[in-house]
């Protein structure tokens, strides 16, 4: 089975991250060919800081393998590394409608808290969609907000195939039963983000422990006792899902386990959890900063094995497409 993810090097990563992306990754390496990409390419589609995607290249590439990723069964990579990606993209582009890229609901929810909105803000989810099909994918671990582009991707490649021959797999979606979308803390309506949630309701991986004990604590809940999920219990629904994913535990349980003991002794169950999870990969992410040489070389190897996976893809469908090959 062949896998692949990406992740945008986009502000400090939090628990949403690691409960929609990380823990599945891990968990998914064991299961076959697995390819994570760090894709930088669509983190230039808004306003960005160069040094600063510098940096936050490294530090998701020490994050994804503090949590889990290993060089040794995953190939790792950085997007920009390996030029197949924008080629494909391009390519992808003559299959891809004006009509569906205007109905993607995450460039309408960007392109209204800008200014400025780059031509690249809307064709980034054709380039998503060669990042995704350029290794015959089978199978994509990706959050729940993610189902619309990676429908977009199935319905380019049967565009595709139909229009030039049999030429991609359609891959299919792996989402996680429990904690896809984790919350902001502090405004449960909205998912929980660096960028576009609240500050007190993110809960960091790199914030520091008492950080995200006051921050559970703080959680917003609601007018009742009930330790129970429910249209109408959006915040404690939130923290259930997160001690779910914390303890590995069926939210069934905790409910059960919770009925009649109110809201301070669950919320502490929680924070204490959500340390305990996130302390050790604070200590694998910091030795692996202490030494971005072997970060460095890390992506050096993944990249060589992505260029050599995605090449005969790439070069099929030049082939296809009509193209004189030197």
Not at 17 to 30: D, L
Not at 34 to 51: G, K, M, N, Q, R
Not at 302 to 317: F, N, Q, V, W, Y
Request: hydrophobic content about 40%; proline content about 5%; some cysteine.
């Amino acid at each position: 089975m062949r896998i692949f993810s990406g992740i945008q090097p986009t502000g400090s990563k939090h628990f949403g991250n690691y409960s929609g992306g990380f823990r599945q990754y891990a968990a998914m390496q064991e299961l076959g060919d697995a390819f994570f990409c760090i894709v930088d390419l669509h983190s230039i589609t808004v306003e960005y800081d160069p040094a600063d995607l510098r940096e936050r290249t490294l530090d998701l590439a020490a994050m994804l393998f503090a949590t889990g990723l290993d060089p040794e069964r995953s190939t790792v990579f950085v997007q920009s590394h390996v030029t197949a990606h924008p080629e494909a993209a391009w390519l992808l582009g003559s299959v891809a409608s004006f009509g569906e890229l205007r109905r993607m609901h995450q460039f309408k929810e960007k392109s209204d808290q800008q200014e400025f909105v780059s031509a690249g803000l809307f064709t980034y989810p054709v380039l998503m969609a060669g990042d995704i099909l350029l290794y015959q994918t089978d199978v994509v671990p990706i959050g729940d907000d993610q189902r619309q582009h990676l429908e977009l991707s199935r319905n380019i490649a049967e565009r595709f195939n139909s229009r030039f021959g049999e030429t991609f797999k359609l891959p299919e979606g792996r989402y996680p039963a429990i904690g896809a979308r984790i919350m902001d803390l502090q405004e449960p309506d909205r998912k929980m983000s660096t960028t576009l949630g609240t500050p007190q309701g993110t809960l960091g991986l790199l914030d520091p422990p008492d950080t995200l004990r006051k921050k559970v604590k703080s959680a917003v809940t609601d007018s009742g006792t009930e330790v129970r999920r429910g249209p109408d219990k959006a915040g404690i629904t939130n923290l259930i899902d997160i001690l779910a994913v914390a303890a590995e535990e069926e939210p069934e349980a905790i409910e059960s386990r919770y009925d009649g003991s109110g809201y301070g002794q669950f919320k502490s169950d929680v924070a204490e959890a959500v340390v305990e999870v996130v302390v050790p990969i604070q200590e694998r992410y910091s030795a692996l900063r202490a030494d971005d040489a072997e970060l460095h070389r890390l992506l050096a190897q993944g990249a060589d094995k992505a260029r050599e996976e995605s090449a005969p893809t790439l070069e099929a469908m030049y082939e296809r497409m009509g193209f004189v090959r030197p």
